[in-house]
């Protein structure tokens, strides 16, 4: 159990048999009056967002989350195959991973988070490495880079790009944001 | 730390003084490390050995009104356990003044000469800006009745019907938030029941003579009209120290020499104001640990 005075920006929490991360926190206390601890909370499961106030006298649940480094090996129909350090191995549902299956490459390590057991997300390395496969032709001489246009990168995954961004060019994604980074090399 | 604030923060020590010393107050220290801290519901103390260090200067303070000193005022550490955010630090300086024969009032008079004279001493005018905000201490004031701005606000009135954890989360979701911020805001005559050491208004005991100042949305001051029946607040006392030992919280003891003292205090009134918030006011800083000469 957790209570109030332990909460914190990034502290994991249950409630209502959901997994909960606390993305902001803020302390609050009349000079006579009890604490309050007012939180912005993640649903680690589907993502969406609240904003919930705790008194001092609350508990929270530990959620029951862990999390282990595997391997990528190989995708077969939909299942995405992992691997830990003993060649056990775990499948992973497209659902579970989200867009981060199209990041995947084979032997990249990743961490896989457990919800009472079950799969329920997956941390990449912060930056993968993509070769563009399509996007139109950007005007010649524009080096702008807050003007972006779509790409479809090796994968499959669709990012916006500057401008000046050809296809067979080399680039850098954050896999925390989706969002291009930067060029690693020109076609 | 940053040296501009450090400045500003001496700058508004001596203009307090110079306030304090042209109206005939005596600067007063009393100890700090204390056996008994006031027993307030939500206010912890931080041990210290076989004592407490205080989270107030304000029952020692009472002992010398009683004593018959009639304008003191003191500026020094307070400590509070588990106090810690953008405008909290478990170890905070505080600045309490009282007078003898007066009530709330005088001392909201006080306080309306003393913002505007800090303020012109520190920063050459009655006026800042604030993280963007513009603030001016002149008059005229905000003044409002936490009655009528819950009744506006959350919609329910919490002198007639008080209930604590709902006072307390309306207070710091509803009632802050929509506080004016342009200028100084006075809430004042607060429920019986949240104002441990003040007085009952005479006219309606569902009510203490207690204000608090906002300033740029921050509870900046605490003023009461003292109470000065000792049995009234033995009983306060004694009902309060249930209350914690019921939420498993310490249980000080009870401080009998300034029980004992009270009798002989006149009538008084008397304020604590958070001067870490004033300098963060006045020099910009967005978090209170900006204002610390050091962060432990």
């Keep these: 159990m957790y209570s109030a005075s332990d909460l914190r920006k990034g502290l994991r929490i249950e409630i209502d048999g959901s997994p909960y991360i606390v993305t902001e926190f803020r302390f ?135 401008i000046f961004i050809n296809q067979g060019d080399t680039i850098r994604i954050d896999t925390r944001t989706g969002e291009y980074s930067e060029r690693v090399a020109t076609a | 730390m940053r040296r501009d604030h450090l400045i500003c923060r001496s700058r508004v020590l001596q203009a307090l003084r110079r306030f304090f010393l042209q109206r005939d107050f005596i600067e007063v220290e009393t100890p700090v490390r204390i056996p008994a801290p006031a027993l307030e519901l939500h206010i912890d103390a931080e041990l210290s050995g076989d004592a407490y260090l205080r989270t107030s200067p304000e029952l020692h303070m009472k002992r010398l009104l009683a004593g018959g000193m009639e304008r003191i005022y003191q500026m020094g550490p307070c400590f509070r356990r588990g106090e810690r955010g953008r405008i909290h630090h478990p170890e905070y300086t505080m600045l309490e003044w009282y007078r003898a024969h007066a009530d709330y009032e005088d001392i909201l008079r006080d306080t309306r000469a003393l913002l505007p004279e800090l303020c012109m001493a520190v920063v050459g005018d009655t006026h800042f800006t604030y993280l963007g905000r513009r603030i001016d201490v002149g008059e005229p004031w905000h003044e409002m009745s936490v009655r009528d701005l819950f009744m506006r606000e959350a919609g329910w009135d919490p002198i007639a019907d008080f209930d604590a954890d709902r006072f307390d989360l309306d207070l710091v979701n509803k009632i802050e938030p929509i506080l004016p911020g342009d200028r100084p805001v006075i809430l004042r005559d607060y429920p019986a029941k949240v104002a441990a050491l003040a007085r009952l208004s005479p006219a309606d005991h569902a009510v203490a003579e207690r204000w608090e100042l906002y300033l740029g949305g921050m509870e900046l001051a605490n003023a009461y009209s003292e109470l000065v029946d000792a049995v009234e607040q033995r009983h306060r006392f004694e009902v309060c120290a249930e209350q914690r030992r019921a939420a498993g919280r310490a249980v000080y003891p009870l401080d009998e020499a300034f029980l004992a003292a009270l009798p002989c205090m006149p009538p008084s009134g008397g304020i604590a104001l958070g001067v870490d918030r004033l300098v963060m006011l006045l020099s910009g800083a967005e978090s209170i640990e900006d204002v610390l000469a050091c962060c432990v």
């Design chain 1, 28 to 162: 609050n206390k009349p000079g006579k009056g009890q604490a309050i601890y007012n939180c912005k909370l993640k649903n680690m499961l589907t993502g969406s967002t609240m904003s919930k106030s705790y008194r001092s006298n609350d508990k929270m649940d530990k959620p029951a989350l862990s999390e282990r480094p595997l391997v990528y090996s190989y995708e077969d129909s939909g299942q995405y195959v992992f691997m830990d350090e003993n060649y056990e191995q775990l499948e992973l549902t497209a659902e579970v991973l989200g867009d981060m299956r199209l990041f995947l490459e084979e032997d990249m390590k990743v961490d896989v988070l457990f919800y009472n057991g079950a799969p329920v997300g997956v941390t990449l390395p912060t930056f993968v490495v993509k070769v563009i496969e399509f996007t139109e032709p950007g005007a010649r001489g524009n080096t702008a880079t807050n003007v972006l246009k779509p790409a479809t990168v090796t994968g499959g995954y669709e990012v916006n790009v500057p």
